[in-house]
């Protein structure tokens, strides 16, 4: 008797991460934004910026080099999405229907959360599958694969922290939008992704430097195809365990308390 | 037949009942446009998010740009217009399909309004919201160094040109969101015209710059023309006849599909 009543975290969380995960399958927009959108722009950014960055490289180098900043394109875009679709829950009554069963509170957060770093990790999947054929190599070592591969997924959850915190607080999708777009456009663009950190203009280098996106993007390269990799890895992955504690624990305190009075 | 009717009917009664294209047409453009100031999005995608890009390309571009010869303020300000227009049009799809599931227009054709009212004040909307957004793209553009190196009459084809192409490319995104009605899927249409069509196009990097098999379609796509006649309107002494001619048919032809479109469109819509 007590056993069905008592909540069980990982049987309620997977339950709630299946949910998440069709719900983030049947929105058209987050499919297109992290499955095609990255993809799309990946082509069309080659076909168009190879020759420019790099007149004596070909268009398999450009892909080569690029490909990080394709990933984060995919994951950052439809962050905000997935973290509005989260908010929504909380104004719709559905956290407050799940508060009312035995249920660990915080269950249909870690079950949008796991459906988040999932839908990541099709982007990244997708991706690297399609830059393959297209010029992307790995040629460091086989870990080092498997570190480009993660990477992306600890940042991908810190961008997830991030978008939930704005989430939160607007008061609806467009909104959110409106606001962390320039953002993870910012991010990309004053980055090292597109174009090498010496043909940046003066200003922006130093900001390219320090900008978690390029972080993230340098130290997947050297993940991939070699170089010193510790300094790099240990950077991006604090970057983002900062995202993931700090803005986790601003948004957490305004889920909990939205979620406890859903009426507001 | 009109003129009987009118006489046998009387004057006042006549005159409340037959549909104004314009007046009506203007009355439902200071609708959008009211509706556009009161949504954050909108002013965001009509003067932020043009400068924004501007802004980034120049600077992220502006040096591998110049190494290739090209002075890249002027050779983008074309494209960074192009790209306004763009957004105008996707939020004009947008509002037609809104208004289409929300029942304004359902409710609009139970009135003595105009049929093609509902399109021509939505196209006047965004082609007063695009004319915002060409101000503020001249006034960043000038600031990093834009100029019009053709004499005056080259400098007005500029907005005209750019005019044109609005209303080309916003009366077929309101057929496009007038037919398919849902907001998500035009969301997804309307970005699948756009990116192809932008970025495969000499709007931001000139022909040459893409691979052999790709430049016949860039070269000759309505963007490419479109751009390609903006810029030869910012150049001194410039060959203007050929680029606008091409942009000028390109431009009537999408025109004539989008007002069809949106016709057609309109018409099956109740």
């Known amino acids: 008797m007590s056993a069905s009543v008592r909540p069980a975290l990982v049987g309620d969380t997977l339950v709630m991460s299946g949910r998440a995960l069709r719900l983030t399958m049947r929105d058209p927009v987050t499919v297109v934004l992290s499955v095609i959108f990255p993809l799309l722009l990946m082509l069309l950014m080659t076909a168009s910026f190879a020759k420019i960055v790099y007149p004596t490289g070909g268009y398999g180098d450009f892909v080569d080099i690029g490909l990080p900043l394709f990933i984060l394109v995919g994951i950052a875009f439809a962050a905000p999405m997935t973290a509005a679709a989260t908010a929504s829950d909380l104004r719709s009554g559905f956290d407050a229907r799940i508060r009312t069963m035995p249920v660990p509170t915080l269950a249909a957060l870690a079950g949008r959360l796991v459906a988040d770093t999932a839908r990541s990790a099709v982007t990244v999947a997708v991706v690297v599958v399609v830059g393959l054929p297209l010029g992307f190599r790995f040629t460091a070592a086989p870990w080092g694969a498997v570190g480009f591969l993660l990477l992306p997924l600890l940042f991908g959850l810190g961008l997830g922290f991030l978008a939930l915190l704005v989430a939160v607080h607007a008061p609806d999708v467009e909104t959110v939008n409106a606001t962390l777009n320039p953002i993870m456009l910012l991010g990309m663009f004053l980055s090292t992704g597109l174009v090498p950190s010496a043909d940046l203009p003066g200003w922006v280098q130093p900001v390219a430097r320090v900008n978690p996106f390029s972080v993230v993007i340098e130290a997947m390269r050297a993940l991939a195809h070699g170089g010193p990799t510790a300094w790099p890895v240990l950077e991006a992955v604090a970057w983002s365990v900062a995202l993931v504690v700090v803005c986790g624990a601003l948004a957490l305190r305004t889920y909990r308390r939205r979620s406890a009075r859903p009426a507001g | ?270």
């Open chain 2, 1 to 270: 037949m009109t003129a009987a009717l009118a006489d046998a009917t009387p004057h006042g009664a006549a005159q409340s009942a037959r549909p104004a294209v314009a007046a009506d047409a203007a009355m439902l453009a200071g609708r959008h446009l009211r509706l556009m100031t009161r949504r954050p999005a909108s002013i965001i995608s009509a003067i932020v998010l043009p400068l924004i890009f501007v802004l980034l390309f120049f600077t992220v571009f502006g040096r591998v740009m110049a190494r290739a010869g090209i002075d890249y303020i002027n050779y983008l300000l074309p494209a960074a217009v192009i790209q306004a227009v763009f957004f105008s049009a996707i939020s004009s799809a947008i509002l037609a399909a809104e208004d289409v599931v929300g029942g304004t227009l359902h409710r609009l054709r139970t009135m003595a309004v105009s049929r093609s009212a509902p399109a021509f004040g939505l196209l006047a909307a965004e082609l007063a919201r695009s004319v915002l957004s060409l101000g503020v793209l001249l006034a960043i553009g000038t600031a990093l160094g834009f100029r019009f190196h053709g004499g005056p009459w080259q400098a007005l084809g500029f907005p005209v040109v750019m005019l044109a192409f609005a209303a080309a490319l916003v009366s077929c995104h309101i057929a496009l969101g007038f037919a398919l009605r849902r907001v998500e899927t035009v969301t997804v249409a309307t970005n699948l015209i756009y990116f192809p069509f932008l970025l495969l196009s000499s709007a931001f990097t000139p022909a040459a710059s893409f691979p052999s098999w790709l430049r016949p379609v860039v070269e000759q796509q309505p963007v490419s023309q479109v751009a390609d006649a903006l810029r030869a309107l910012t150049t001194q002494d410039a060959a203007l006849a050929r680029p606008l001619l091409i942009a000028g048919a390109w431009l009537a032809g999408l025109l004539l599909l989008g007002a069809l479109g949106a016709t057609r469109a309109v018409g099956r819509s109740s």
